[in-house]
């Protein structure tokens, strides 16, 4: 056999193994995939486990629902069993850290099981595509670990954004900050008293990213906001910043990532480990029910 049949040979031996790796399977319940890269070796994902991984969601029509790449957030999801035969979750359990796959599920199957009606962009009879590509697999105590170190990077990652905006905005003597990291500049400090745990207040706002750009604002729909502080209802540097204000105040907050949507931050809004600016006044509150206290220990003989 000469160089020139053994090139061919190996040129086809190449094509069909690529032309096999990316067929279109089907499993025994009936999940059509396609896998683009797998590693044997790599670790398999088990249920429990947490997954990280960029998704393209695309409806029959090939137009992008979802792309975790522009958005810069990969999804974060726990393993489950699948909730019906040929679902998305069947898929991830075929995948390790690292592979990359397409699935194609029925959507009238998929809606019909989420008890939904089917979108307007979402054809009857039509398939949604998931492409993914997995980032990582961690046991939740993995997972936690691994948030709890990068949050403390963060954290001094923030602290020094932080310090840069406040210089560039002739802010370094105005503003006050706190032990959590959360800094604020008040334009009108207010009278009476201070909003605690459980109480009802009434709050307009303005958010912003550093750069400037509204994501959000109460004063678009033309009402404040009403709720309940202290409770976890909304992100931490809000609890914090609020039950920090007087009646009437206005202030501006200077909230670090870790005390506002984190590392995931808010898809098409807000993007991961973003500081956070919020023009936020106080205009009312009132006195709610505190958090129940819970019961003494019965004393031991």
């Known amino acids: 056999m000469n160089l ?35 590693d044997e070796a790599a670790r398999k994902a088990k249920l429990g486990d947490i997954m990280s991984f960029h ?7 090939d137009s992008t629902l979802r792309d975790t790449y522009k958005d810069k957030t ?15 979750e069947e898929g991830l359990a075929m995948l390790a850290a690292g592979d990359s796959a397409k699935f194609f599920i029925n959507a009238d199957t998929l809606f019909a099981k989420m008890m939904q009606p089917l979108p307007p962009m979402i054809k009857k009879g039509s398939e949604i595509t998931f492409t993914v590509k997995v980032l990582s697999v961690l046991t939740s105590e993995e997972f936690q670990k691994s948030q709890s170190e990068a949050g403390v990077k963060q954290k001094a990652i923030d602290e020094k954004v ?47 990213l550093l750069d400037g750009k509204v994501f959000d604002s109460s004063k678009n729909a033309g009402k404040p906001i009403d709720f309940q502080v202290g409770v976890g209802m909304v ?30 931050g808010s898809p098409g809004a807000i993007p991961g480990n973003s500081v956070l600016l919020f023009d936020v006044e106080l205009i009312d509150f009132t006195k709610g029910a505190k958090p129940a206290t819970p019961p003494m220990p019965a004393p031991t003989k």
Request: proline fraction near 4%.
């Open 162 to 208: 932080i310090q840069e905006y406040l210089t560039k905005n002739n802010l370094t003597a105005k503003a006050q900050h706190t032990a959590s990291g959360l800094y604020y500049v008040d334009d009108v400090v207010g009278t009476g008293i201070a909003p605690t745990q459980g109480d009802n207040v009434k709050v307009h706002y303005t958010g912003k």
């Open 235 to 264: 992100i931490p540097g809000w609890e914090e910043g609020i039950m920090l204000m007087k009646k009437g105040g206005k202030r501006t907050l200077i909230i670090p990532s870790g005390l506002a949507y984190g590392v995931d």
């Open 55 to 61: 998704l393209v969601l695309k409806n029959g029509a």
């Open 4 to 38: 020139k049949t053994i090139g061919y040979v190996l040129g086809i031996t190449i094509l069909a193994t690529a032309c096999d790796k990316y067929k279109t399977k089907v499993t025994e319940s009936g999940l059509k995939y396609q896998i683009f890269e797998h």
């Open 74 to 88: 990969p999804v974060k999801l726990v393993l489950q069993a699948p909730p019906f035969k040929g679902s998305f």
